[in-house]
């Protein structure tokens, strides 16, 4: 069955550094989005991409936050300046169309320190 | 000082029975629900699906019901086993596939 796959599971990166958390979207899907999860808390939208543009993002989305499609199957985010409040779990999704069912990876853990 | 993190709901339900997950919607626009179950350490993993054209969809076990006048999902899950303790989540699709996601209610299943 095909899957969205993330690496790494878990990554710890010290504050002010850039870290780059890594996606593989299901092949045939067109809609990519990036999530976290504060740990204890709920799912929160980041971003959605589409057509290799940002389609939509939220105010946690900001200058410090950059999503790339660097070639047609891996899907990244790259926080440039860390803060301790990024650790969370980021999770990458993928769907067919925008309207459709979004599959989920099984996340990446940032930690901060 | 503030709270750091949500106090799940919880609904505790004995193995065999039928579990009711319940939850409120806030955008009456929203034509697209979908349910979630994230276990310990993983990524949510959808369940269920239902379109605001329907008010009730039945899949392998479950059942989605859709309330648009008091805009109220619920998921029904028969004969609840140890499998099915996870957090729920009930999300409501927005503009370009972005999903609102719900606060989620963990649910125990006991022996």
């Known amino acids: 069955e095909p899957e969205v796959t993330q690496t790494p599971s878990h990554q710890v990166t010290q504050m002010g550094q850039e870290v780059i958390l890594r996606c593989v979207p299901i092949s045939n899907h067109l809609y990519f989005y990036w999530y976290r999860q504060i740990l204890g808390q709920k799912v929160e939208f980041l971003v959605s991409?589409?057509?290799?543009?940002?389609?939509?993002k939220s105010e946690i989305f900001d200058d410090q936050f950059s999503v790339e499609r660097p070639d047609g199957s891996n899907f990244t985010l790259k926080i440039r300046s860390t803060k301790l409040e990024d650790s969370a779990m980021y999770f990458c999704?993928?769907?067919?169309?925008?309207?459709?069912?979004?599959?989920f990876g099984q996340g990446t853990r940032l930690t901060v320190v | 000082g503030e709270s750091v993190g949500l106090h799940l709901p919880t609904l505790s339900v004995q193995e065999g029975d039928n579990s009711i997950i319940n939850c409120a919607y806030s955008?009456?626009?929203?034509?697209?629900f979908i349910w979630y179950k994230q276990e310990s350490g993983k990524g949510p993993q959808f369940i269920i699906d239902i379109r605001s054209n329907m008010d009730k969809r039945q899949g392998q076990r479950v059942t989605v019901l859709l309330n648009k006048t008091v805009k109220h999902l619920s998921l029904q899950i028969a004969a609840t086993q140890p499998g099915d303790s996870a957090v729920y989540f009930c999300a409501e699709n927005g503009s370009w596939g972005k999903l609102q996601f719900g606060a989620g209610t963990q649910v125990v299943v006991t022996p």
């Open positions: 991409f589409y057509n290799n543009e940002i389609s939509e």
């Open positions: 999704a993928s769907s067919e169309q925008g309207g459709t069912e979004a599959f």
């Open positions: 955008n009456s626009a929203s034509d697209y």
